[in-house]
């Protein structure tokens, strides 16, 4: 968490827990605006003649195209610095590209590997810095996910959402965005892929009170939620045949639904159809996926403005 109080320096947007609850509902609401704006054709130039400079060392669909759609509707401008395009691929010390590209752009959105490298980028950056995702967190993704609760339980009381699979990076920011929205998470993992015990720590200080089991059917029977994420993330790859192995029975597919009919079924994207969630379960009624995938566009846009106006 690196919540800045200090009003000279940018506020940055590192982990769910650098807003403070009141300001992550500011956000939520904004997006929810920047929803029916857009649908209404009334849509807000608030971001008018400003760059976003976005610096992505992974790939990616939605965060790459969600922010640059985002920074032209609201009237701005979005650079896309791929690591070898720029000298950071040669060898040029983070904290000099921060600096430098803090001199031409309104702020950065940067996907990297390492969460420390997303912290020295906002250490030495004079504009804001949002994580686009790195292997801790994925706060933007987070905003999406409780915009489309929010929508599809009209709220946030009484909501119970249960995770299943990898406690990764996806999942730890939504550990601590259910602790800030009091949403009741359940994390089913099998044994060593559990979320981080800091984190843990975290979403407890926040308020939450995340239940932690190896049984998927417990975990998904009284779940309004089930959200389910790949089993191997980018960089796992040589891991794959031990996971495949590991996540046996954390499939979201009809056996796991049998037991939640009325749950829907979130998922970040991208899937691997037939490993943790089957196709069935995608295109059932039950998905809210691509609504899900849709919001990250608004959230975004929501994030953005609220850290530069
Ligand atoms: N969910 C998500 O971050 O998707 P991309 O990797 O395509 O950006």
Not at 101 to 123: G, I, P, Q, T
Not at 151 to 159: A, C, H, K, S
Not at 185 to 205: I, K
Not at 283 to 304: G, M, P, Y
Request: glycine residues 6%; negative net charge.
């Amino acid at each position: 968490m690196t919540t800045n109080t200090d009003d000279s320096q940018p506020r940055h947007f590192l982990d769910v827990d650098d807003l403070t609850e009141a300001e992550l509902f500011t956000v939520l609401d904004r997006a929810e605006e920047y929803k029916r704006a857009l649908e209404t054709g009334d849509n807000h130039a608030d971001l008018e003649d400003q760059t976003l400079g976005m610096l992505f060392q992974k790939a990616s669909t939605r965060t790459r195209v969600s922010f640059e759609t985002g920074m032209t509707q609201l009237g701005g401008h979005a650079i896309f610095l791929g690591e070898d395009d720029i000298q950071l691929g040669r060898g040029e010390p983070l904290k000099d590209t921060s600096r430098a590209l803090s001199r031409y752009v309104d702020a950065v959105m940067a996907r990297v590997f390492k969460h420390e490298n997303v912290e020295v980028l906002a250490e030495y950056a004079d504009v804001p810095v949002v994580n686009g995702l790195t292997d801790d967190a994925h706060p933007c993704q987070t905003l999406a996910d409780l915009q489309t609760i929010r929508e599809q339980e009209d709220g946030f009381d009484g909501v119970s959402a249960t995770w299943i699979g990898d406690g990764n990076n996806v999942a730890q920011s939504f550990a601590l965005g259910c602790a800030m929205t009091d949403i009741d998470l359940t994390v089913a993992t099998p044994e060593g892929y559990e979320l981080d015990e800091e984190v843990l720590e975290r979403a407890r200080e926040l308020g939450g009170d995340p239940t932690t089991t190896t049984d998927p059917v417990e975990a998904v029977s009284d779940a309004d939620i089930i959200y389910t994420d790949v089993w191997i993330s980018m960089g796992q790859e040589d891991e794959r045949d031990v996971r495949m192995n590991d996540f046996e029975g954390f499939q979201v597919g009809a056996d796991l639904l049998e037991h939640a009919p009325e749950a829907s079924i979130m998922h970040c994207l991208p899937a691997h159809r037939g490993e943790e969630i089957t196709d069935e379960a995608i295109e059932s009624d039950q998905s809210i996926v691509f609504d899900q995938a849709e919001n990250r566009l608004h959230a975004q846009k929501a994030v953005l403005s609220w850290l530069l106006e």
